[in-house]
């Protein structure tokens, strides 16, 4: 099992930047990809970015150009830096850690952009 602890949500204006933190504990050794999920407010759970073991990297294009994501030297550690934000980006942001389709989940960090 793999605990998910996330950090850096909070509210920005629009065109601001936040950066998000996951930490992974317990069987990280299991662990082949990291990566972010959001969900809006009335609205399914969607992707925003992973990135493997081996460093291969995949995007949501709404937030291409925009977001990078990247991992600490132990990679058990996975950062979202998130600049140009919209109103649109406003969601829960969650972690995921594991193999696809059997994710473990952190509790989710609430990001909200606004005026």
């Known amino acids: 099992q793999v605990q998910l602890v996330e950090s850096g949500g909070g509210l920005v204006q629009p065109g601001g930047s936040l950066r998000l933190s996951c930490a992974a504990s317990?069987?990280?050794?299991?662990?082949?990809?990291m990566g972010w999920y959001r969900q809006a407010a009335g609205k399914q759970r969607e992707l925003v970015a992973t990135i493997t073991r081996g460093g291969s990297i995949n995007y949501a294009d709404s937030v291409k150009g925009r977001f990078l994501i990247s991992t600490d030297n132990t990679k058990n550690t996975v950062y979202l830096q998130m600049n140009g934000l919209k109103p649109e980006d406003t969601a829960v942001y969650y972690c995921?850690?594991?193999?696809?389709?059997?994710?473990?989940w952190g509790r989710g960090t609430q990001v909200t952009v606004s005026s």
């Open positions: 317990g069987s990280s050794f299991s662990i082949r990809v």
């Open positions: 995921a850690a594991g193999v696809p389709g059997t994710y473990n």
